[in-house]
């Protein structure tokens, strides 16, 4: 069993930064595969970041060159970096962590871009 805990979302202006970060209780935090998603008003949920547990990411389109994933697993702790935000990152970003049939999920942390 892992409890996620997503924090760092809130308010930023178009072009700001935050840090998200997913804390993870229970054991073998290493083991999984942490994917970030995120889900805006009237959307479907949509992966946004993944990082396996061997360190490799991948990013959705509108994440590349703006969002940096990470994982410090002595931390238990999972981290999304977003530069550039824009308007329509506007969401409540979720993180999972997954392994094999096994797939837990945190509360989620709204993040609004506006001026």
Known sequence: QVQLVE???GLVQPGGSLRLSCAASGSMFSFYNINWYR?????ERELV???SSGGSTN????AKGRFTISR???ASTAYLRMNSL???DTAVYFCNAASGSYIFWGQGTQVTVSS
């Open 39 to 43: 889900q805006a008003p009237g959307k």
């Open 86 to 88: 824009k308007p329509e």
């Open 59 to 62: 990013y959705a389109d509108s």
């Open 72 to 74: 410090d697993n002595a």
């Open 7 to 9: 924090s760092g979302g």
């Open 49 to 51: 970041a993944r990082i």
